[in-house]
């Protein structure tokens, strides 16, 4: 029994796969079980920020598994203690507050309690088209049917309203909101920037209302869309920020992050994770966080990117198939006129691999240090792909 056969077996088949074995992976690049190369524009779901295999976080994962790989939040630890530090000195105040647990979903979890806890109000609004998780608090915040309709009822007390209206989150604003949830680019929903002005009118909305704002970046923070926080591309703060994906640069990682105020609400042992904020994970963050200041990643993600989306804008817009093409720094994606299936393995073949987003849209999230010949590799890829079409 082959490894494709092993997996199919036993693993619940319960999302969709791709007939790949890999096996390795370096910066940009992963290679599978017979050898081949592929661009990797799937990054681990948009994890790999610093790349596969970066030389100076194998070390640290490497020394810090000798000394001490668990701790639970009942004692202090130097790696969650620096962690701590790091973010409070990266994040605008008055974020300075951290709680870590171990995934986008759980972090959303964490946020949605944080607010009904401080506001002691009950509705949350989310928005339609935007996606924060499966777990049944974040699956409540997620819009898309398909997600939730096999397991309502959900959570009560969420609503959504259309991404970027304003007057239709007025509308829905009532006494009993304690929190508005928002991504600042649509990542699941097709990567969708927030329209100019409209975060900014949120948290006008937000501060008159006394409703906390949640930014989820679990898929746009550190660096994804060009600022080290999507949200600062608008110049506004949230109350509670959610990151996870790259953060620890693969090891599980979630972080909740919000004012000293907001989470002195939170009584003793009214939330806790058991491998939240764990020296091992602590430590791979602390490593992804100094090699995104040292290599300038987040300025390497502003200009490979716009150099990205203009290759993607000369060869490939014009394709009858592509309906269109948007992006924020390396966050990317190619709206087509089909479906999409056919397309990603096609490339696969070629030596590529992409993300999706629905049934139409490619997305990509390489690593923010792939470089231009990489890019240009990319862009051969997917016209020969798509022209076929």
């Known amino acids: 029994m082959n490894l494709i056969e092993l997996e199919n077996k036993y693993l619940p088949a319960i999302f969709p796969k791709r007939p790949v074995i890999l096996v390795k992976g370096k910066g940009s690049k992963v290679w599978d079980i017979e050898g081949k190369e592929y661009i990797d524009c799937v990054g681990g779901n948009g994890v790999c920020l610093i790349g596969h295999s970066h030389p100076k976080l194998v070390e640290k994962i490497q020394k810090q598994v000798e000394q001490l790989i668990i701790c639970p939040y009942l004692f202090y630890n130097e790696p969650r203690a620096k962690l701590l530090e790091k973010l409070a000195q990266l994040t605008p105040k008055p974020l300075e507050k951290t709680f870590f647990s171990n995934s986008g979903a ?37 819009w898309n049917p398909k997600y939730r309709k096999e397991f309502e009822p959900l959570v009560p007390g969420f609503m959504h309203v259309p991404f970027g209206d304003i007057e239709s989150i007025k509308k829905a604003v009532s006494d009993k909101t304690a929190a508005i949830i928002t991504e600042a680019v649509q990542g699941e929903g097709g990567v969708i920037p927030a329209p100019n002005g409209f975060l900014a009118d949120l948290r006008d909305l937000c501060d008159k209302k006394g409703i906390l704002l949640i930014i989820d970046e679990v898929q746009t923070g550190l660096g994804r869309t060009g600022e080290l926080f999507a949200f600062q591309h608008w110049k506004i703060v949230p109350d509670i920020l959610c990151l996870a994906k790259g953060i620890a640069g693969g090891i599980p990682l979630g972080a909740t992050i919000a004012s000293a105020e907001i989470f002195n609400s939170m009584k003793s042992g009214e939330h806790y994770s058991t491998f939240g904020g764990n020296p091992l994970a602590c430590a791979a963050a602390n490593t992804v966080l100094t090699i995104i200041q040292e290599e300038n990643l987040v300025a390497k993600s502003k200009k490979m990117g716009s150099y990205f989306l203009k290759r993607l804008q000369e060869e490939i817009k014009e394709l009858q198939i592509v309906r269109e093409i948007r992006g924020l720094g390396l966050m990317l994606a190619i709206d087509l006129r089909l479906k999409h299936k056919v397309f990603v393995l096609n490339a696969v073949e070629k030596g590529l691999l992409l993300l999706t987003s629905g049934s139409t849209t490619l997305r990509m999230l390489p690593p923010l240090n792939i470089s231009q010949e990489e890019i240009d590799q990319v862009i051969d890829i997917l016209k020969e792909v798509l022209a076929k079409s």
Do not use: D, N, P, Q
């Open 106 to 142: 759980e972090a959303v979890e964490c946020a949605l309690k944080l607010a009904r806890k401080y506001t002691g109000k009950k509705e949350i609004i989310a928005m339609k088209r935007g996606f924060h998780g499966r777990t049944f608090g974040a699956l409540s915040a997620t």
